[in-house]
């Protein structure tokens, strides 16, 4: 089934550690985004790409970085995990203007 | 991007017509209103956009006002299933194939009642 896959499901990481957070998609979509979304702040966006090869910042990009080798790949790199990152991280896709965007079904990480 | 104002909380009895506002004061011509759902801690999904002209499908309805100001979400016929956080979002208008960013608030969270 076509669609877009996060990988792990769910993660407890030691603070300081490095983690890089995967993203699929089969569907040949030019933009891919990550978000993390906490209790109370909705969600909010990290990093995107437009299409491969290029990245943008998002509203919370520090302490994140992103890379877009290909068309379906979008990992999400936590470089040294601090415990303010402990959220639920979801990616996302779309395939051009004017068209919806598929979500995975989220990472959820706990950084102690 | 423009920014989108939602009530926090509404409740619908079940079996009625839910209908969610958004204002979007700020939206400019070419910058398109979507609305997604999000049940739970799934990610979120997706249910309509317009541009300008009121928009249905199998889902809801899409009624934006002609000045294009604020919109309205309407569910026809609320289930418990429905019960979720709604988001309205004002899509920054595009320089390229794929080239957008979609940015969520808060959202409205709708509670339906038995």
């Known amino acids: 089934i076509a669609g877009i896959t996060q990988a792990p499901t769910s993660q407890i990481l030691a603070a300081g550690r490095r983690m890089t957070l995967r993203c699929t998609q089969d569907m040949r979509h030019n933009a891919m985004y990550w978000y993390r979304q906490d209790l109370g702040l909705g969600l909010r966006l990290i990093h995107y790409?437009?299409?491969?090869?290029?990245?943008g910042k998002g509203e919370v990009p520090d302490g994140y970085s992103v890379s877009r080798a290909n068309t379906d790949d979008f990992p999400l790199t936590l470089a040294s995990a601090v415990p303010s990152q402990t959220s639920v991280y979801f990616c996302?896709?779309?395939?051009?203007?004017?068209?919806?965007?598929?979500f995975g079904q989220g990472t959820r990480l706990t950084v102690v | 991007d423009a920014k989108t104002t939602q009530p926090t909380s509404m409740d619908c009895a079940e079996g009625r017509a839910a209908n969610l506002p958004c204002n979007h004061s700020?939206?400019?011509?070419?910058?398109?209103v979507y609305w997604y759902r999000q049940i739970h801690s799934q990610g979120p999904q997706y249910i309509i956009h317009g541009l300008k002209n009121n928009e249905t499908n199998e889902m809801a309805s899409l009624i934006i006002t002609e000045d294009r100001k604020s919109s309205t979400l309407i569910l026809p016929h609320a289930t418990l299933r429905d019960t979720a956080v709604y988001y309205c979002i004002v899509r920054v208008g595009s320089s390229g194939a794929g080239s957008y960013q979609l940015t969520f608030g808060k959202g409205t969270k709708l509670s339906v009642i038995p």
């Open positions: 790409s437009n299409t491969a090869g290029t990245t």
């Open positions: 700020t939206i400019s011509g070419n910058e398109y």
């Open positions: 996302a896709s779309t395939a051009r203007v004017g068209t919806e965007a598929f």
